[in-house]
């Protein structure tokens, strides 16, 4: 569920020590608790308003979030037509496209299977990689790590069993979220990188463009709600302010103390909180299939992120 792809800096070690903070691994557990977690408030959210609207409502708690952030840091928005241009473009496949598209696919699958869905990122990432990125070459280990991937996505749908009970249309969206990642990050790493701003600034600046971009699409193909549910929105208020903007936050926080490859590894424990969420609290139905196929997809994505040792 990652919004972002830029890199925090390392804090000095003078800043460390005024500021102790709690312990990386609490930090790391609570991320993976609350990414994981996300799908069920996903699920709930949308039996009270329309995808559109959990997506909007979604941005706008996390957007407050990051601006409360960047008003106590004293940061300020970036400046430039051409940044604001690229940051647009990196706001629709980072949080506006899946955002809605996890929302809409949850309307017909099971949460625990667009959290599972949710864990194909690296894999699409390793396939587009090898494409978009001529520096990242690919090795034996990543590749069969990208073929055991997606073994285990065949799994998880059941395959073998004739795809049987198994919407495609919601599948498929849950799918494409996941693709939708890979695709900004690789045009944030092309277009973003080095560009002098703050990480903070970067980020809440792209999830208000997505907010922007919700606001226009929402009124279009949504009517204003009749009524408000009060759990589906208490449950959009959570994944608004914990699942995108404290969440957000906390990853910084991580990649600056722990390095970006330890920090990326919470991707591997949200399918299982996701699935544990759905089927003990939601009452989600679970097959062989899905938990057997989910540890394929995570083994496959785990050595897709493997690289060759330098010489």
């Not at 989600?284 to 995570?298: C, I, K, N, Q």
Request: aromatic share 10%; glycine share 10%; hydrophobic share 50%.
């Amino acid at each position: 569920m990652s919004s972002t792809v830029t890199t925090a800096r390392t804090q000095s070690p003078v800043s460390a020590r005024t500021r102790p903070r709690l312990d990386w691994r609490l930090r790391f557990g609570a991320l993976s608790l609350i990414w994981g977690f996300s799908f069920l408030l996903i699920k709930v959210g949308t039996q009270g308003y329309a995808p559109f609207q959990v997506t909007l409502g979604r941005l706008l708690f996390g957007t407050a979030v990051l601006a409360a952030a960047m008003a106590v840091k004293r940061e300020k928005l970036p400046r430039g037509a051409r940044l604001w241009g690229h940051m647009a473009v990196a706001a629709f496949f980072l949080n506006a496209l899946p955002f809605s598209l996890f929302a809409y696919s949850e309307l017909t699958i099971p949460s625990t299977l667009a959290g599972i869905c949710n864990a194909t990122s690296p894999l699409w990432g390793m396939a587009l990689s090898l494409v978009a990125l001529s520096e990242d070459r690919p090795t034996r280990v990543r590749v069969a790590g990208l073929g055991l991937g997606f073994l285990g996505v065949l799994t998880v749908l059941g395959a073998w069993q004739g795809f049987h009970g198994l919407d495609a249309t919601g599948t498929a969206m849950a799918l494409l979220a996941s693709l939708s990642y890979p695709v900004g990050w690789i045009y944030v790493r092309r277009t973003l990188a080095g560009t002098g701003n703050s990480h903070l600034s970067m980020t809440g600046a792209q999830l208000m463009l997505a907010a922007l971009q919700l606001a226009v699409v929402t009124p279009l193909f949504t009517g204003f709600p009749a009524h408000f549910s009060l759990v589906p929105l208490l449950a959009i208020a959570a994944l608004g302010a914990l699942g995108t903007g404290l969440a957000v936050l906390i990853q910084y926080g991580l990649v600056a103390e722990v390095g970006p490859t330890t920090a990326q590894m919470v991707t591997y424990f949200i399918p299982v909180i996701a699935t544990g969420a759905g089927v003990a609290i939601l009452g989600e139905s679970l097959r062989w299939t899905t938990p057997v196929g989910a540890v394929v997809v995570l083994a496959g994505a785990a050595l897709t992120q493997v690289r060759r040792k330098s010489a």
